[in-house]
């Protein structure tokens, strides 16, 4: 399964989102997901200009803005739009159904106005995935479940990955994908999101263990990798961008050709 290419993957799921995605990783040759871990909207508006046109998603964590205004998000929509990618805040939503939804619609973020897809944990069961889309109202939306962590220690164990799977499998109509560390799954619907890549580093000293983009591609599967600082901190953020994108692309092209 992992040998498919994007395109042909398009006509596998029912899901738009993962159409979309899938879509625009074919037609803008990217599978790059940058994490736009910044602090200030300024900071945030200004990388997601400078790799818009490289990446697929654009990965938020927005409650680490100390600014956050509803400009805020009509900009980033506005970049997605015009560089085509997509908007996937890092909520790692994690508790019953019932709270999930009022986190997911409500609160000063109310993300699921402005992100089309979000991360969720597997941990309280499918109750997690109901109570998301009991706030979707139509809109289209999904989520990635975070099966495996890449930092060290990580508690997903065998068991919570096949777990997250079944998940997965059961809600297709809402669950696009993983964040994954390995091949947790066969299924071509589905997508893998790989972060904890970097060229120049193995270990951020707070647990974050890092591969780099061939490795994530060609040794756990990953369909997406995912570079916060790697690219954040370079010296040219957008020459950085455009560095990884070739690197896992040309794994990705690599991996099927293989075939
Ligand atoms: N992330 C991980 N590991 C996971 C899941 N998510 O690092 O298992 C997220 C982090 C961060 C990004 O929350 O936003 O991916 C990685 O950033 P980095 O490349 O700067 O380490």
Known sequence: RKKRSFESRTSVTNHPLARKLFEIMSSK???LCVAADVTTSAELISLAEKVGPHICLLKTHID????????????LKELAATHNFMLFEDRKFGD???TVASQYSGGAYNIVDWAELVTVHGLPGDGI????????NG???GCVLVSEMSSSGALTSQEYVSGCCKIAENHTYFVIGFVSQSNVSSDPRFIL???????????DG???Q??????AVLERGADIIIVGRGIREAEDPEAAAIKYKEEAFSAYLERIEAQ
């Open 139 to 141: 809109r289209p939306r």
């Open 206 to 208: 707070l647990g974050q």
């Open 29 to 31: 040759k990217t599978n």
């Open 193 to 203: 999101l790989t972060p904890g890549v970097q060229l120049d580093k193995s270990v």
């Open 64 to 75: 680490i803005l100390t600014d956050f205004s509803k400009e805020t998000v009509e900009s």
């Open 129 to 136: 995935i109901k109570g998301l889309m009991s706030a979707i």
């Open 210 to 215: 890092y591969v780099t983009p061939r490795a």
């Open 96 to 98: 019953i159904g019932s």
